[in-house]
């Protein structure tokens, strides 16, 4: 069956460190993948997009990578900073269905003063 | 509008009763989803539409779900006979064109649906 697996747990990072996050899938073939943030009671927050033929893409202090043959993504928050704290959604389309967003679970991150 | 809007903000309502949720997006965008997010879970994919036409309903659980986008603008998700297990909130998002092309996707703040 598809999958979209994202960390359940928590993450807590020390302000100033890297943060990384992590996305795996399985039996998609995603002609693209994005990463959302999203704060309690809110909407989702669009952040980044990378598309399959792309390995990584960054936006200021953040930076996605996108493994095809691991089937993985991975989320990079640098120089985090406790406003950073939030959950982290990851998001595929397939290209069979790329108007078809599909979204896995989050990943909570809290940055520590 | 500056984003897209939805209405009510919060909705309780008695099992067995009908709701309607009404979704606003940005003003020209021409693709409209819906999702629908429980408690720590990600937002669950209901129906894209592009333009009045709903291009993928694969998400929508049952027959007692169904939305309209007439004029190829506001939507409105309608549900019928709620269960308690309808409870969750309802995420309406819009973009400038279908997001084949990767277009950036914005989400309103949600319509929270509680089945009493």
Redesign the interface.
């Given at each position: 069956s598809q999958k979209?697996e994202?960390n359940s747990e928590a993450l807590n990072i020390q302000e100033g460190k890297t943060a990384t996050l992590t996305c795996n899938y399985t039996n998609y073939s995603p002609?693209?993948l994005?990463w959302y943030r999203q704060d309690p009671?809110?909407?989702?927050?669009?952040l980044l997009?990378i598309?399959e033929n792309e390995k990584e893409k960054r936006k200021e202090r953040l930076k996605v990578t996108f493994d095809t043959t691991l089937k993985q993504s991975l989320f990079h928050i640098t120089a985090s900073q406790p406003a950073d704290s939030a959950t982290y959604?990851c998001?595929l389309?397939s290209r069979s269905?790329?108007?078809?967003?599909?979204?896995?679970?989050?990943t909570r991150l809290s940055i520590r003063p | 509008g500056a984003g897209v809007s939805q209405t009510p903000s919060n909705k309780v309502t008695e099992k067995g009763k009908y709701v309607e949720l009404r979704c606003d997006p940005i003003s020209g965008h021409t693709a409209l989803y819906w999702y629908r997010q429980s408690l720590g879970q990600g937002p669950e994919f209901l129906i894209y539409f592009q333009g009045t036409g709903a291009a993928d309903d694969s998400g929508l659980p049952n027959d007692r779900f169904f939305a309209v986008r007439p004029e190829g603008s506001v939507s409105t998700l309608k549900i019928q006979r709620t269960e308690r297990g309808d409870s969750a909130v309802y995420l309406c998002a819009s973009s400038l064109h279908g997001s084949s092309g990767g277009n950036t996707i914005y989400f309103g703040e949600g319509s929270w649906l509680t089945v009493v």
């Open positions: 979209i994202q002609a693209y994005q009671g809110r909407g989702p927050v669009f997009l598309r959604l998001a389309a269905s790329a108007s078809k967003i599909i979204f896995g679970s989050g | -």
